[in-house]
């Protein structure tokens, strides 16, 4: 079973620099569900988060400001794909 994010001061609350999963697509950010970001900032106890999500060469593609129900912990044996970035349109 994957874990979820109970938020605000739950027991599976993210902290900052944690690695989370995106559980919906944000195409207005290039962003898909199943992608990997980095918590950089956790709003009161976890009721939202600022994620960066970057491309495997260190480029940021997006900081945004999420809900925790946007995301999810990495769970047990799962395993990283690889996807191009698609350029957002204006």
Do not use: N, Q, W
Not at 67 to 85: N, Q, T
């Amino acid at each position: 079973m994957i874990p979820v994010i109970c938020g605000m001061d739950g027991e599976h609350t993210m902290k900052e620099l944690d690695s989370v999963v995106l559980t919906t697509d944000l195409p207005e950010h290039g962003l898909k569900s199943g992608d990997i970001g980095t918590i950089v900032l956790v709003h009161e106890g976890g009721a939202g988060y600022e994620v960066e999500f970057m491309t495997l060469d260190g480029e940021t593609v997006a900081v945004v400001s999420l809900l925790a129900s946007h995301l999810r912990h990495i769970g047990p044996r799962e395993i990283a794909h690889v996807r191009p970035v698609e350029p957002v349109s204006a």
